[in-house]
């Protein structure tokens, strides 16, 4: 067994502001890349910014990361900052700005790389050192080595096969006050399959049960927040942020499974948020296993049983109508993926794959 874990995490309030110091460590020009909006509304760029100038950081900021980043947005940083003599590159947002700031931290330390690149073992997959600061409470990326990037010519999304570990992943709850709801809602669905899969998966081990069993009780403190039913507070902001931190620490270990798969050509082809798609699979990913897995992991979560979280998801997203050649077509592309096909802790044929992947309950 072996658990890697290099990310240095630091987790209070004005946590950029305080660590400053170990941000000027990493080089004299930065990179900032981040998305359209959230970045600047929350307080999260103007706290990045005020930091690199105290420590005299020269930066650049590339803000046009969008929702499920493509590897065209990564080769478009790469060519404009590639003359910048960048010495790190630090990602705020959500995982969509966070898995591009990694991707682009390793095309500007690789200038000729090309599309290949990202998706060759071969090949050299260091990287600039990269920063991160999540501001939603979902992927998890912050402490993973992992870059999920659309592929357009492929019509989904594929992880880069280079792992690029960020050096300090800075948490501060207080970004999530100011996320839509329907956002926090969605992140933290993430997070729950994060730490469901990451157990449920023949990768895991004692280390991994460790650290998601404690996520998944985190995470129960927040459920009657995602459900409308308490309005989240300081208390709630920092376990929903957490719980996401420890489930990106369980995926780095293991990586994910079944539902992570299937969710992607939904996403793809119908626009439906990441954590929504993952979350419409995740019934019937618990119904496949065993039932003395699956009821454990329920109840560290805060549920009774498999209806009782079926009919949760329910109420909290509503009816999902998925058409069947959307599932058929989620079928097929992990049909025809033998690792994971494998990737779940119990066995999985085709005809468990299809009851799983045109099983949703809502």
């Known amino acids: 067994m072996k658990f890697y874990m290099p990310v240095k995490v630091f987790d ?11 941000i000027a460590l990493l080089g004299n020009t930065a990179l900032i890349v981040t998305g359209k ?28 990361v969008e929702e499920n980043p493509s590897t065209d947005t990564i080769f478009k940083a790469g060519k404009k900052y590639s003359s910048e003599k960048i010495d790190f590159v630090i990602g705020i947002g959500g995982g969509s700005p966070m898995d ?4 682009i931290a390793l095309v500007l330390k690789h200038p000729e790389a090309g599309l290949d690149y990202l998706y060759d073992t071969s090949c050299d997959g260091s990287a600039l050192p990269v920063v991160c600061i999540p501001t939603t409470c979902g992927t998890g990326s912050e402490v993973t080595g992992v870059s999920v990037l659309t592929r357009h010519d492929r019509h989904t999304k594929i992880s880069m096969v280079h792992k690029v570990f960020p050096e300090y992943a800075l948490i501060d709850s207080r970004y999530l006050s100011s996320a839509p709801y329907s956002l926090i809602i969605n992140s933290s669905v993430d997070a729950l399959s994060h730490l469901l899969e990451s157990v449920l998966n023949s990768k895991a081990d004692d280390y991994v049960r460790a650290v998601a069993y404690s996520g998944l009780k985190m995470w129960s403190k927040t459920k009657d927040v995602l459900s409308g039913e308490v309005k989240a507070g300081p208390e709630e902001f920092s376990c929903l942020m957490r719980s996401s931190v420890l489930a990106g620490m369980s995926i780095a270990q293991s990586g994910t499974s079944l539902p992570h798969a299937l969710s992607y050509p939904l996403t793809y082809d119908m626009g439906i ?11 019937g990913f618990l119904q496949a296993a065993p039932e ?16 009782d979280f079926s009919q949760y998801f329910r109420n909290v997203f509503g009816d999902m109508e998925i058409p069947e050649d959307e599932l058929k077509r989620a079928f097929d592309a992990v049909k025809n993926n033998p690792a994971k096909m494998r990737s779940a802790s119990f066995p999985v044929n085709e005809e468990i794959l299809k009851s799983m992947s045109g099983a949703g309950t809502f």
């Open 12 to 22: 209070e309030k004005d946590c950029i502001g305080n660590h400053s110091k170990d």
């Open 37 to 64: 909006h959230s970045a600047f509304s929350n307080g999260s760029y103007d706290d990045t910014v005020a930091a690199l100038k105290k420590e005299n950081i020269k930066f650049f900021t590339f803000s046009e």
């Open 100 to 103: 591009a700031a990694k991707a």
């Open 273 to 283: 948020p990441h954590g929504k798609a993952v979350g419409y699979f995740l019934p």
């Open 292 to 307: 003395k897995d699956r009821d454990g992991l329920l109840h560290l979560a805060g549920f009774i049983d498999l209806h």
